[in-house]
């Protein structure tokens, strides 16, 4: 198993501009979610989804739009780049029986300019 | 709503030396607790977790246990290697219900272990 992997590693964008970051899991988990990483503060939950076609909000939404066509992938996008959204990302899965942990993607390094 | 605190960072130790970091959390209902460690570059990797009361959950000399009374969750290992260097986050799950197990983390604590 892969588990759970995340695409890009690093971009840069400019203010305005849009970008989609990807995230996929191989472990057949109904579970996932985004959170962001900035100094300081931990992770914060972004958005989140308990299956295909379900998704919800979660603190931080704003600035942010996602989608589950399927359960294994669950794709960030960002419509309206700005600087506050410089930060790194991370996608996770989890199992909805049994285990509770979850398990983090490698993360997105983005840099808005 | 859920919070995790965490002691303030950075920490530094020599070798060998003991480790404390410590976790309270507000929580309600019965949460799942959680030790997660970031390497240098890397994503988050669950170091132990605890689901209840008075649980102790350990891994790779680290140790931590729930305590409902005093709502804490602290990390600890007898004797550190530079290899422990890393970023450390408390985190607790809600116990399900219709939110599916949302992770709150705390801010985080970097450790650094010198030889």
């Known amino acids: 198993n892969a588990g759970v992997t995340q695409t890009p590693k690093f971009q840069v964008l400019k203010t305005g501009q849009s970008m989609t970051l990807q995230c996929a899991q191989d472990?057949?988990?109904?579970?996932m979610s985004w959170y962001r990483q900035d100094p300081g503060m931990g992770l914060r939950l972004i958005h989140y989804?308990?299956?295909?076609?379900?998704?919800d909000q979660g603190e931080v939404p704003n600035g942010y739009n996602v989608s589950r066509s399927t359960t294994e992938d669950f794709p960030l996008r960002l419509l309206s780049a700005a600087p506050s959204q410089t930060s790194v990302y991370f996608c996770?899965?989890?199992?909805?029986?049994?285990?509770?942990?979850?398990?983090f993607g490698p993360g997105t390094r983005l840099t808005v300019l | 709503g859920n919070s995790v605190t965490q002691m303030e960072g950075p920490v530094t130790l020599s070798e060998e030396a003991f480790l404390t970091i410590n976790c309270t959390y507000t929580?309600?209902?019965?949460?799942?607790l959680f030790w997660y460690v970031q390497y240098p570059g890397e994503g988050l990797q669950l170091l132990l977790k605890?689901?209840?009361?008075?649980d102790k959950g350990s891994n790779k000399g680290f140790e931590a246990t729930y305590r409902k009374e005093t709502t804490s969750f602290h990390l600890e290992k007898g004797s550190v290697q530079v290899s422990d260097s890393a970023v450390y986050f408390c985190?607790?799950?809600?116990?399900?219900?219709?939110?599916?197990?949302?992770?709150?983390f705390g801010q985080g604590t970097i450790l650094t272990v010198h030889p």
């Open positions: 996770a899965s989890r199992g909805t029986s049994g285990r509770v942990e979850q398990f």
């Open positions: 472990m057949n988990h109904e579970y």
């Open positions: 989804s308990v299956g295909a076609g379900i998704t």
């Open positions: 929580a309600t209902g019965y949460p799942s």
């Open positions: 605890a689901t209840k009361a008075d």
């Open positions: 985190a607790l799950s809600d116990a399900g219900g219709t939110s599916y197990g949302k992770l709150t």
